[in-house]
């Protein structure tokens, strides 16, 4: 398990970018189970949309590319700090299935599938009270900094 304080060595976001609050499991080179609470004090909210409030799905692909970029990180013994990043190079397959409000606690899955000359490839999804809400496939470059 992490808290936020560890999540952020391993993610070089920061407000109103960092999308994870907590990782709950982390399995190296396997998978990672973290999430996001999602709260009406999100600035995206403001116009997205003002008299119904929906979590845009852009940032929803975002919150699942960084549970992968942490899992990627663990893998590889690697931070930020060190002078790594990851950069979100390809999305696959991306599919919304229900929409995530305030109050909902964003759930966010990914799985290692590979690694190729510093290319990751991970299966995500993400969940709101055990209902799939969205999944991608996704392909996050290693960059050294």
């Known amino acids: 398990m992490m808290d936020i304080n560890e999540v952020r060595e391993y993610l ?3 407000y109103p970018f960092l999308l994870v ?3 709950v499991n982390v399995e ?5 189970e973290a ?3 999602v709260t009406i004090n999100e600035p995206f909210f403001n116009g997205h949309f003002p008299q119904e409030p929906i979590m845009p799905g852009v940032l929803i692909i975002e919150a699942m590319a960084q549970a992968a970029g942490i899992l990627g990180f663990v893998t590889e013994n690697k931070r930020p700090a060190d002078g790594y990043i990851y950069l979100l190079v390809g999305v696959d397959n991306a599919r919304f299935k229900r929409q995530v409000v305030p109050g909902d606690r964003l759930t ?3 799985e290692w599938l ?6 990751l490839k991970f299966t995500c999804r993400a ?8 999944s991608a496939d996704m392909l996050v470059a290693e960059q050294k900094v």
């Open 108 to 110: 966010l899955h990914a």
């Open 127 to 134: 969940e709101v009270e055990g209902q799939l809400v969205a």
């Open 12 to 14: 070089p976001h920061r």
């Open 114 to 119: 590979m690694l190729r000359r510093s290319i």
């Open 21 to 23: 609050d907590r990782v």
């Open 28 to 32: 190296p080179g396997k998978r990672i």
């Open 35 to 37: 999430y996001k609470n």
